[in-house]
């Protein structure tokens, strides 16, 4: 799932119109004044993992103060400079008793099921009462902006920081997110990704079983030959009966869809637990979307494999049966291989998927540890993750300073080992 930090408008990345001593929304395009910081503010949110969305409650439009295309030209301006990743607007005045005007969450929910919010990692920014009241509810962290105009109004309690600007707000949010270096520090426990073992060694398969982290297994035929599987069928039922209730994935192994689809029928029989690896194509580059839609409607539970565009995401998705369980295996490792960034075609790739709730997308080919953290901000569900990798899990927040030494420790070791003598 993806963290957030939602936004207040006037007054926190724009300043409020001051009349008489109160603060009010700027009526024109040309009324926008962004105070000193402001796009620096926005753009250590965005780096630090953070969707920036927008939620502001503009009541002068029911009021008849103000006509909502000046609001959205507003709008289009802060899109624009701002770079934010939406904007949610409550048009309603006080006494229509709606459930997106702040204090109340609704702007903050529905963006949260949208983008796939984990609102407990996540902060509301605002300068007012109604904001902090907005982000407690809806189970986010609060930041109180204070305001240059004092509102007369209900003190605003129970946030997280009180700061002055959304610069020093950016800097708080960074301070909660940064190691004693500077770099962004990655927690395990944060994670909502669900990590699948990914090998074919039964000995390694009954460790990581063991393994908490551990919340699922997948195979296939390559990782198979490597370990010297020789009875599939048997090699298959062994693992079932060690990852006992664990979801796992086998996959079938024709070129022939007749005969794939029989395949799948007789792995799919050996449990409730098993889901069944079709690849996206054979070998002739024939379309396998029919037949996961048969299997699929038959109840057959499928991981569509071997997918490395967002144009076989959006082709497969279709032939997913609505009220059958799914997963579809994205190749993001070896789209990385070909120079590609996988990141923006998986966060894609989650949102076609939304049409199928019951369908799950995996991360697949994981090159490094890295991965598991990037999976897990674009709201991948899944992915699949080799010994070799599992293996480095330990060093997850390991401090980089000791991590130097460790390193000139081995380089030197190495060299003593080695015998290494040039003559001085």
Known sequence: MNRAVFLDRDGVINRAIVRNGKPYPPERVEDIVFPPGTFEAINTIRSSGYLV??????????????SKEEVEAIHGIIRQRLQVDDIKV???????????????????????KE??????????IGDR???IEAG???????????????????????MDATVGSLHEAASFILSQTIDKGGVIMPKLEELRIKIFADGADLKSIEELRKNPLIKGF?????????????DYRKFALDVINIVNSFPVSFEVFSDEFDIMEKQALQIASWGGNVYVKIPITNTRGEDAGPLVRHLTQAGVKVNVTALTTTKQVEHIVHFLAEDSPSCVSMFAGRIADTGRDPVPMMRESVKILEIRPLAELIWASPRELLNIFQADSVGCHIITVTSDILAKLPKVGKDLDEYSLDTVKMFYHDAQGAGFNIGI
């Open 53 to 66: 969305i927008v939620v502001t409650n503009q009541p002068d439009v029911a009021k008849g103060l103000q």
């Open 90 to 112: 409550c048009y309603h005045a006080d006494g229509d008793n709606c459930r997106c005007r702040k204090p109340r969450p609704g702007m903050i929910l529905d963006a949260a």
């Open 115 to 124: 983008y796939a919010i984990d609102l407990a990692r996540s902060y509301m």
């Open 129 to 131: 009462w109604g904001d």
């Open 136 to 158: 407690k509810v809806a189970g986010c962290k609060t930041i109180f902006v204070q305001p240059e105009v004092a509102y007369n109004e209900t003190q605003a309690q129970g």
């Open 218 to 230: 997948t195979t296939n035929p390559t990782l198979m030959r490597k370990s010297n599987v020789e």
